[in-house]
């Protein structure tokens, strides 16, 4: 699951509510319109963005860091009204309520607070929300730090991506404080150049970049007047962009993790609510204004100490209960089903040493209604107990109608389906630290209340599938798939350890090269991971230019030694020595963790439920994720080997099937006319958007139609497209309309599923897979820019996704029907990889990509590449 953090701009929020909205106050007096409008604000992010880390920042005090540069750093600003001054304490005891953390620094700001987290957040692979009042946090922008502004009244925003902020100002987000230094700050009384304002400003930086090449090319700059501000106030413009600068690595006594947010305390909340006199925000919240618990009914169960047919009937629900993270060779806690004569609990070490149990799981008339079939298929697994017959998949269900939804557990989902009859795993396992298996009175009703959900749901979904029209993609796609995936942890993927550990020292040998290589070049040894002992050689002894300078010195970020690669051969040997060092602690290391030791295999979990345009993804290890790019990290693929002696990797993988999906889907004449003639797709692209011949196509003509190729695919704009081929924005522009003019069924495709978007309010796959986009009417341009771009791409990853699955199904009957040992161990993206005996290969060469080309049938052909060898390296 994608990790997401929310920072929160303490003091800005508070102010933007409080005058907001008008003077309210409780009936003992106090005033509340801030608490009230910051509460809003809270419930929304949490109701939105259901974050996974979040963290209010507040600053401490007046005086900062920055006034120690310039004493009169927002000192035009009016002292905050008393009125609001008096909530802030219960700002703070709602945020703890809600069990949100909060931090404060003395002599740094919340910005920084902010900054410093952001940073931290991104280089450990979080997506990262701020919001806040204050445009200065926009320099914080990045692919994965959006920031969100509150514009008027409290929950009206404007989202800041790196494309936002080029839409609005032309400008990269570091320009930000470039710009606050030439046109400086009225709101906190940072001076910059008399004179200059954001217009003047932005055409500077258009020109020069960085506010040090504005002052340092003052003669070629325009305007004599223009010319004689920014030379007389040099040294204060400088300060200025010094004062606007958010300090990214201040001091503070928290980390990322220290942030993660487990859910609120709603009887803290209510007590709060109630105090304030907060009403609406209670009915809301589901508590209601009495006070009364929401009641759950109650329940008589029977439990089983020895099964027989009235238990195990011919359709029940089945629950069992796994509660570890990772369900591979977890403990199971215990079983409950549901049927026609009643509810039962089963212990678990009944049902386990049950002869009958076992041959009731396997017996495919036997009809089991499940939540997360695969957990339970792969956790009974590794008991010795096949399950089979799994005629309905909760999970799955809730999944298919909404992909965009988040399901915790069996309460989550019949709560969304208004059935009010079990409470979630967080009542009662508890969470975090404290979370703990209670006794079994307690255990066991809370697993019969799970079996009655589920079967009680089965109706109600089903019905909600046919009215969709996804009984097909639900029936025949992926609830098989589930089996299939459930086999295909089981079974694992054969490692060898041996040959990890040997590329591990292999690895570590390059790095101790790299390492004196480096003390070489830097003519003296330091502490090449210290980013303050780097900092000092390449900056002062060696003399490079600085790039970026943080609070406790220089920076040597990847970004920064990136822009000074082609100054000084170090530079190009320390990256090297970076992506060394992550290859063999993340990858190596990692992957050594993961291996079984009974099996000596990796069993990779494939999670079904968690993308919105039904890809599969895999963790516990990620082997969709390991990097190719570096030859030292293919090579980690060599370590994937057969199961078996004599056996071979086998793999197989789609040609460009998005491509050919889009084909399909636009039933563009050029596109359908380029596959099925078999011409190299982005040559021919070249061909008509640069209206050339085949062979006066130049590689670079190519490598830019195969960027816009791709970029339509995953939704295309003129500044992404102007990034990736490192090209103006106007000339990335002009190509896009060219290449639309070329392909003008695109064009209408695009044109058309936007249309429907806003009219249906979702849009769908070939195998009538949903997505749900209400961002496609929204009144904030970023918001429905990003939904336009959505409404483009998921039907077409969306479809290729459907395809491979309906391909994994296919070549598992195929590979039974054909009666051989050939097994599939991974899907990674669009590619399918086998362990088969040699004297297989002959019939894997002719029915995988057989099988694979008529998964489905579109208007030009699916066309697979295969190759095999002794490890997963060799086949590729």
Same mark, same amino acid.
């Given at each position: 699951?994608?990790?997401?953090?929310?920072?929160?701009?303490?003091?800005?929020?508070?102010?933007?509510?409080?005058?907001?909205?008008?003077?309210?106050?409780?009936?003992?007096?106090?005033?509340?319109?801030?608490?009230?409008?910051?509460?809003?604000?809270?419930?929304?992010?949490?109701?939105?963005?259901?974050?996974?880390?979040?963290?209010?920042?507040?600053?401490?005090?007046?005086?900062?860091?920055?006034?120690?540069?310039?004493?009169?750093?927002? #000192?035009?600003?009016? =002292? +905050?009204?008393?009125? *609001?001054?008096?909530? !802030?304490?219960?700002?703070?005891?709602? /945020? @703890?309520?809600?069990?949100?953390?909060?931090?404060?620094?003395?002599?740094?700001?919340?910005?920084?607070?902010?900054?410093?987290?952001?940073?931290?957040?991104?280089?450990?692979?979080?997506?990262?929300?701020?919001?806040?009042?204050?445009?200065?946090?926009?320099?914080?922008?990045?692919?994965?730090?959006?920031?969100?502004?509150?514009?008027?009244?409290?929950?009206?925003?404007?989202?800041?991506?790196?494309?936002?902020?080029?839409?609005?100002?032309?400008?990269?987000?570091?320009?930000?404080?470039?710009?606050?230094?030439?046109?400086?700050?009225?709101?906190?009384?940072?001076?910059?150049?008399? #004179?200059?304002?954001? =217009? +003047?400003?932005?055409? *500077?930086?258009?020109? !020069?970049?960085?506010?040090?090449?504005? /002052? @340092?090319?003052?003669?070629?700059?325009?305007?004599?007047?223009?010319?004689?501000?920014?030379?007389?106030?040099?040294?204060?413009?400088?300060?200025?962009?010094?004062?606007?600068?958010?300090?990214?690595?201040?001091?503070?006594?928290?980390?990322?993790?220290?942030?993660?947010?487990?859910?609120?305390?709603?009887?803290?909340?209510?007590?709060?609510?109630?105090?304030?006199?907060?009403?609406?925000?209670?009915?809301?919240?589901?508590?209601?204004?009495?006070?009364?618990?929401?009641?759950?009914?109650?329940?008589?169960?029977?439990?089983?100490?020895?099964?027989?047919?009235?238990?195990?009937?011919?359709?029940?629900?089945?629950?069992?209960?796994?509660?570890?993270?990772?369900?591979?060779?977890?403990?199971?806690?215990?079983?409950?089903?549901?049927?026609?004569?009643?509810?039962?609990?089963?212990?678990?070490?009944?049902?386990?040493?049950?002869?009958?149990?076992?041959?009731?799981?396997?017996?495919?008339?036997?009809?089991?209604?499940?939540?997360?079939?695969?957990?339970?298929?792969?956790?009974?697994?590794?008991?010795?107990?096949?399950?089979?017959?799994?005629?309905?998949?909760?999970?799955?269900?809730?999944?298919?109608?909404?992909?965009?939804?988040?399901?915790?557990?069996?309460?989550?989902?019949?709560?969304?389906?208004?059935?009010?009859?079990?409470?979630?795993?967080?009542?009662?396992?508890?969470?975090?630290?404290?979370?703990?298996?209670?006794?079994?009175?307690?255990?066991?009703?809370?697993?019969?209340?799970?079996?009655?959900?589920?079967?009680?749901?089965?109706?109600?979904?089903?019905?909600?599938?046919?009215?969709?029209?996804?009984?097909?993609?639900?029936?025949?796609?992926?609830?098989?798939?589930?089996?299939?995936?459930?086999?295909?942890?089981?079974?694992?993927?054969?490692?060898?350890?041996?040959?990890?550990?040997?590329?591990?020292?292999?690895?570590?040998?390059?790095?101790?090269?790299?390492?004196?290589?480096?003390?070489?070049?830097?003519?003296?040894?330091?502490?090449?991971?210290?980013?303050?002992?780097?900092?000092?050689?390449?900056?002062?002894?060696?003399?490079?230019?600085?790039?970026?300078?943080?609070?406790?010195?220089?920076?040597?970020?990847?970004?920064?030694?990136?822009?000074?690669?082609?100054?000084?051969?170090?530079?190009?040997?320390?990256?090297?020595?970076?992506?060394?060092?992550?290859?063999?602690?993340?990858?190596?290391?990692?992957?050594?963790?993961?291996?079984?030791?009974?099996?000596?295999?990796?069993?990779?979990?494939?999670?079904?439920?968690?993308?919105?345009?039904?890809?599969?993804?895999?963790?516990?290890?990620?082997?969709?994720?390991?990097?190719?790019?570096?030859?030292?990290?293919?090579?980690?693929?060599?370590?994937?080997?057969?199961?078996?002696?004599?056996?071979?990797?086998?793999?197989?993988?789609?040609?460009?099937?998005?491509?050919?999906?889009?084909?399909?889907?636009?039933?563009?004449?050029?596109?359908?006319?380029?596959?099925?003639?078999?011409?190299?797709?982005?040559?021919?692209?070249?061909?008509?958007?640069?209206?050339?011949?085949?062979?006066?196509?130049?590689?670079?003509?190519?490598?830019?139609?195969?960027?816009?190729?791709?970029?339509?695919?995953?939704?295309?704009?003129?500044?992404?497209?102007?990034?990736?081929?490192?090209?103006?924005?106007?000339?990335?522009?002009?190509?896009?309309?060219?290449?639309?003019?070329?392909?003008?069924?695109?064009?209408?495709?695009?044109?058309?599923?936007?249309?429907?978007?806003?009219?249906?309010?979702?849009?769908?796959?070939?195998?009538?897979?949903?997505?749900?986009?209400?961002?496609?009417?929204?009144?904030?341009?970023?918001?429905?820019?990003?939904?336009?771009?959505?409404?483009?791409?998921?039907?077409?990853?969306?479809?290729?996704?459907?395809?491979?699955?309906?391909?994994?199904?296919?070549?598992?009957?195929?590979?039974?029907?054909?009666?051989?040992?050939?097994?599939?161990?991974?899907?990674?993206?669009?590619?399918?990889?086998?362990?088969?005996?040699?004297?297989?290969?002959?019939?894997?060469?002719?029915?995988?990509?057989?099988?694979?080309?008529?998964?489905?049938?579109?208007?030009?052909?699916?066309?697979?590449?295969?190759?095999?060898?002794?490890?997963?390296?060799?086949?590729?």
């Amino acid at each position: 699951m994608t990790k997401k953090i929310v920072l929160i701009d303490g003091n800005s929020i508070a102010y933007r509510a409080f005058f907001a909205l008008p003077l309210l106050n409780n009936d003992k007096g106090v005033h509340t319109n801030a608490i009230y409008g910051f509460t809003m604000i809270l419930m929304k992010i949490l109701e939105d963005e259901k974050p996974s880390h979040m963290l209010v920042a507040f600053d401490a005090g007046k005086t900062t860091f920055r006034h120690e540069t310039f004493q009169e750093y927002k #000192g035009g600003r009016q =002292k +905050t009204p008393p009125e *609001l001054s008096e909530q !802030f304490p219960f700002i703070r005891e709602l /945020l @703890d309520a809600y069990q949100v953390s909060r931090y404060e620094l003395e002599k740094y700001e919340a910005d920084d607070i902010i900054g410093t987290l952001s940073k931290q957040a991104e280089k450990e692979g979080f997506e990262v929300k701020v919001i806040t009042g204050d445009k200065d946090l926009t320099q914080l922008v990045t692919d994965k730090i959006t920031v969100d502004i509150t514009k008027k009244g409290i929950t009206d925003v404007d989202s800041y991506t790196p494309d936002f902020v080029n839409e609005k100002y032309g400008l990269i987000p570091a320009q930000i404080i470039d710009m606050k230094g030439l046109m400086g700050d009225t709101s906190d009384n940072i001076p910059g150049v008399p #004179g200059v304002g954001e =217009k +003047t400003a932005i055409k *500077l930086l258009k020109e !020069f970049t960085t506010l040090e090449n504005v /002052l @340092d090319s003052v003669e070629k700059v325009s305007g004599k007047k223009l010319k004689e501000k920014l030379t007389e106030h040099r040294d204060q413009a400088v300060m200025s962009k010094k004062l606007a600068t958010i300090d990214c690595d201040a001091p503070i006594a928290i980390s990322v993790g220290d942030a993660q947010y487990e859910g609120f305390d709603l009887n803290k909340i209510t007590e709060i609510f109630k105090e304030l006199g907060f009403n609406t925000l209670l009915e809301k919240l589901g508590a209601e204004v009495g006070g009364e618990e929401e009641i759950i009914p109650d329940i008589s169960f029977e439990k089983v100490t020895e099964l027989t047919s009235d238990v195990l009937t011919d359709e029940a629900a089945l629950y069992v209960e796994v509660l570890e993270e990772s369900y591979h060779n977890a403990d199971i806690l215990g079983f409950a089903i549901h049927n026609e004569n009643g509810h039962y609990y089963i212990p678990a070490d009944v049902a386990l040493s049950s002869e009958l149990f076992k041959s009731w799981a396997k017996d495919e008339t036997k009809h089991k209604i499940v939540y997360d079939g695969k957990k339970t298929s792969v956790a009974l697994n590794w008991k010795g107990i096949v399950l089979k017959g799994v005629s309905f998949d909760v999970l799955i269900a809730a999944y298919l109608l909404n992909p965009s939804d988040t399901f915790d557990d069996v309460a989550s989902v019949a709560k969304k389906n208004g059935l009010t009859i079990v409470q979630s795993d967080e009542v009662v396992y508890g969470k975090g630290a404290k979370r703990s298996v209670p006794d079994e009175d307690i255990l066991s009703e809370h697993l019969v209340r799970k079996g009655q959900a589920i079967f009680a749901l089965k109706e109600n979904l089903e019905n909600q599938l046919e009215q969709n029209d996804q009984s097909s993609l639900f029936y025949d796609l992926e609830l098989p798939l589930s089996v299939i995936l459930a086999e295909m942890e089981a079974t694992g993927v054969n490692v060898n350890s041996e040959r990890l550990k040997d590329m591990g020292e292999d690895l570590a040998m390059q790095i101790k090269t790299l390492e004196e290589n480096i003390h070489a070049l830097a003519g003296e040894e330091f502490n090449i991971n210290s980013p303050k002992q780097l900092g000092v050689i390449l900056f002062e002894k060696l003399g490079l230019p600085v790039i970026k300078k943080t609070k406790t010195g220089f920076s040597t970020s990847a970004d920064v030694l990136e822009k000074l690669e082609d100054k000084h051969e170090i530079i190009r040997e320390i990256l090297h020595y970076r992506q060394l060092g992550k290859l063999n602690s993340t990858y190596i290391e990692g992957l050594l963790k993961v291996v079984y030791k009974d099996t000596g295999k990796v069993h990779t979990r494939f999670n079904q439920v968690l993308t919105t345009t039904g890809r599969l993804s895999s963790i516990d290890p990620n082997l969709q994720n390991i990097p190719i790019r570096l030859e030292e990290g293919r090579k980690i693929r060599q370590a994937f080997v057969p199961s078996k002696k004599d056996w071979v990797i086998f793999a197989a993988d789609y040609s460009q099937i998005e491509l050919r999906v889009l084909a399909h889907i636009a039933n563009d004449k050029n596109l359908v006319e380029a596959f099925r003639n078999d011409l190299d797709i982005h040559t021919k692209t070249a061909m008509d958007v640069f209206h050339v011949a085949k062979e006066d196509v130049t590689s670079d003509m190519r490598r830019q139609a195969k960027a816009v190729n791709f970029g339509i695919v995953y939704g295309i704009s003129d500044y992404g497209l102007s990034q990736s081929l490192g090209i103006t924005r106007k000339e990335a522009g002009e190509f896009i309309k060219r290449y639309l003019e070329s392909f003008v069924g695109v064009q209408d495709y695009m044109d058309d599923i936007i249309a429907e978007a806003r009219e249906k309010g979702y849009v769908k796959t070939l195998l009538h897979r949903r997505r749900y986009i209400p961002e496609i009417t929204s009144s904030n341009f970023n918001l429905r820019s990003f939904a336009e771009r959505t409404a483009m791409n998921t039907p077409i990853q969306g479809s290729a996704a459907d395809i491979i699955k309906k391909a994994m199904i296919d070549m598992a009957a195929r590979l039974k029907q054909e009666n051989i040992q050939a097994k599939l161990l991974l899907q990674v993206h669009d590619e399918l990889i086998f362990e088969a005996p040699k004297e297989e290969i002959a019939i894997l060469e002719k029915i995988v990509p057989e099988v694979m080309e008529n998964a489905v049938e579109l208007n030009v052909p699916l066309k697979v590449d295969y190759s095999y060898g002794d490890s997963w390296y060799e086949a590729k």
